[in-house]
């Protein structure tokens, strides 16, 4: 079996590893689709994020798609030939947060793909994985492995619903429409949200936004005070989601949002410096949003039946023996949102 292993800073390998053992109550898959994040391109380009990098050759991915290949003893309920989204964290079921229902928050979790943790753990670019049974999601027959591999980031737009409360009616704000931000103007129009605007600075990700369902589309790098436009009465939005991870858009959310209003955060950015003297007095809620938990069975539903269509989000599908390119394209926000590696 062949896997997408990084070695190094842009030393990507298609190579052999050693298959795995079935063991019970596990599955076998034959992975389709794969995703790439950005946090596989922060691996791919920069070898890590901050604190966490990659100490030893680690297989990327985790936004993944395939079919079942073989059942191990005692599982039931799923046949061979079934394609299935993989949830691609276990949690350990054991810490405070995971008695408390908080598994995404969890003080053990096993990740694919992530070098949070040493040994790292390997992730999901692979012409073969063994999971828990409960990991694999099963698709509607009408799902293409495509759409299935959305799951997990469609999922992290969910959380972000969960974050932000009830959506009805609301005026809603996107920083940032890659692939994420763009999911999430799905979900919030799925929400019920009365009006979203969606903020980038590329063409794709804006053509992207208003393909999901944004009212409007606006390219702060042709329009910078566009914020201003929205600062009377203490601000226009009720509720913002911050998907970028840049400073400059999460200081115009705060600047745009009204008076109690919610800033939910899902980009991952470093240090930042903020406004304090309008959170404060503005009383604004600035939530954090983390990975998912049961979100992913709602994003596998929310995919199965049709409610988001995801595809409007796929740039291109690479076979995993050119993933050099797929990374390549995937960085290029002026033309790529979401790039799959096929195997
Ligand atoms: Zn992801
Ligand atoms: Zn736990």
Not at 150 to 168: Q, S, Y
Request: charged letters at 20%; proline letters at 4%.
């Amino acid at each position: 079996m062949k896997a997408c292993v990084l070695h190094a800073p842009k030393d990507l390998r298609f190579e052999e590893i050693p298959d795995e053992v079935l063991g019970p109550g596990q599955v076998r898959i034959d992975v389709a689709a794969g995703g790439i994040c950005g946090s596989d391109m922060h691996y791919y380009f920069h070898g890590g994020f901050g604190t966490v990098r990659v100490k030893q050759p680690m297989i990327l991915g985790h936004e993944v798609s395939g079919t079942i290949a073989a059942l191990g003893s005692g599982v039931s309920g799923i046949e061979v030939g079934q394609l299935v989204a993989i949830e691609p964290g276990i949690a350990c079921g054991t810490c405070r947060y995971c008695a408390e229902g908080l598994q995404n928050q969890c003080l053990d979790m096993r990740f694919f793909g992530s070098a949070m943790r040493f040994p790292h753990v390997q992730g999901a670019f692979r012409q073969s994985i063994t999971v828990d049974a409960s990991q694999a999601h099963k698709v509607a027959p009408t799902v293409s492995a495509a759409r299935a591999a959305f799951a997990e980031p469609l999922a992290v737009a969910l959380h972000g619903m969960t974050r932000a409360g009830a959506l009805l009616g609301k005026k809603v704000l996107v920083t940032g429409a890659g692939p994420i931000g763009a999911l999430t103007v799905a979900a919030a129009r799925m929400c019920g949200a009365a009006e979203i605007v969606a903020v980038d600075v590329a063409k794709a990700p804006l053509a992207a936004a208003a393909k999901m369902g944004a009212d409007h589309a606006i390219d702060a790098s042709a329009d910078p005070d566009w914020a201003s436009r929205y600062e009377a009465s203490k601000g226009t939005f009720d509720v913002a989601f911050e998907a970028s991870g840049n400073e400059r858009a999460l200081r115009s959310a705060i600047a745009a949002v009204r008076a109690r209003g919610t800033i939910v955060v899902l980009g991952m950015g470093g240090d930042m410096t903020l406004p304090m003297g309008m959170v404060v007095p503005k009383e604004i809620e600035l939530r954090g949003s983390f990975r998912f938990f049961e979100e992913f069975a709602w994003a596998v539903d929310c995919i199965s039946s049709g409610r988001i269509d995801v595809l409007p989000i796929l740039t291109d599908s690479i076979a995993a023996n050119d993933a050099d390119r797929a990374f390549a394209l995937a960085s290029d926000r002026s033309k790529a949102m979401k790039v799959h590696l096929t195997f």
